[in-house]
């Protein structure tokens, strides 16, 4: 069945570095692509998603890539903060119903003051 | 506030009992979608709401679950017969259509059966 493989499970930076996450999905039908911010006993939370029409969007610190021909996408986040510490999910759905998504495993970042 | 509401925050039930859990989507969101969340692991689609029809319930893991939307806006999704391996965070989302619109998740119902 459809399927999205997420890298790495946990993640630690110091602060001020970057960090990046990656997924491939299954379902060469799908063509959006959010990414969703978990902290704890809270629900995921849209921080950026991309169309498969367009290869990289960005904003602020954050940024996600898209490669249809490989079914890979990837989060960046540059300076990153002890605020960003959190569960981050990726996700991938057809435009068709965005809503119904079949989501990643999960990465936990951690940054260290 | 304005955002996606569900309750109770935290059940706890004993196995073999029946259990509802409520969601209230953001007002005028037509979609609304069930999750289930098991501890370390991505959300998983449950069942899928346009309007006051279950549109797309293929994520239901058997006849033990089923959601209503009697007026298009709360859902209640209910347990019957409820078994341990049915404890997890059970999510509520919701968007303004179908197509092309993000969806906004509620905080979760932790269900613990015991």
């Known amino acids: 069945g459809e399927n999205v493989e997420q890298h790495p499970s946990t993640l630690s930076v110091q602060e001020g570095d970057s960090a990046v996450i990656k997924c491939t999905y299954s379902?060469?039908?799908?063509?959006?692509f959010p990414w969703y911010k978990q902290e704890l006993g809270k629900g995921p939370q849209l921080i950026i998603d991309?169309?498969?029409?367009?290869g990289e969007k960005k904003d602020q610190r954050i940024a996600v890539t898209l490669n249809k021909t490989a079914k890979h996408f990837s989060l960046h986040i540059t300076e990153t903060q002890p605020e960003d510490s959190a569960v981050y999910f990726c996700?991938?759905?057809?435009?068709?119903?965005?809503?119904?998504?079949?989501f990643g495993q999960g990465t936990t970042l951690q940054v260290k003051p | 506030g304005a955002g996606v509401s569900q309750t109770p925050s935290n059940k706890v039930t004993e196995k073999g009992k029946y259990v509802e859990l409520r969601c209230d989507p953001i007002?005028?969101?037509?979609?609304l979608y069930w999750y289930r969340q098991s501890l370390g692991q991505g959300p998983e689609f449950l069942i899928y709401?346009?309007?006051?029809?279950?549109?797309?319930d293929s994520g239901l893991p058997n006849d033990r679950f089923f959601a209503v939307r009697p007026e298009g806006s709360v859902s209640t999704l209910k347990i019957q017969r409820t078994e341990r391996g049915d404890s997890a965070v059970y999510l509520c989302?919701?968007?303004?259509?179908?197509?092309?619109?993000?969806?906004?998740f509620g905080q979760g119902t932790r269900l613990t059966v015991v």
């Open positions: 989302a919701s968007s303004f259509g179908a197509t092309n619109t993000e969806a906004f």
């Open positions: 379902d060469s039908a799908s063509n959006y």
């Open positions: 991309i169309r498969s029409n367009v």
């Open positions: 996700a991938a759905s057809k435009s068709s119903n965005t809503g119904k998504l079949i």
């Open positions: 007002s005028g969101h037509t979609a």
């Open positions: 709401f346009q309007g006051t029809g279950a549109a797309d």
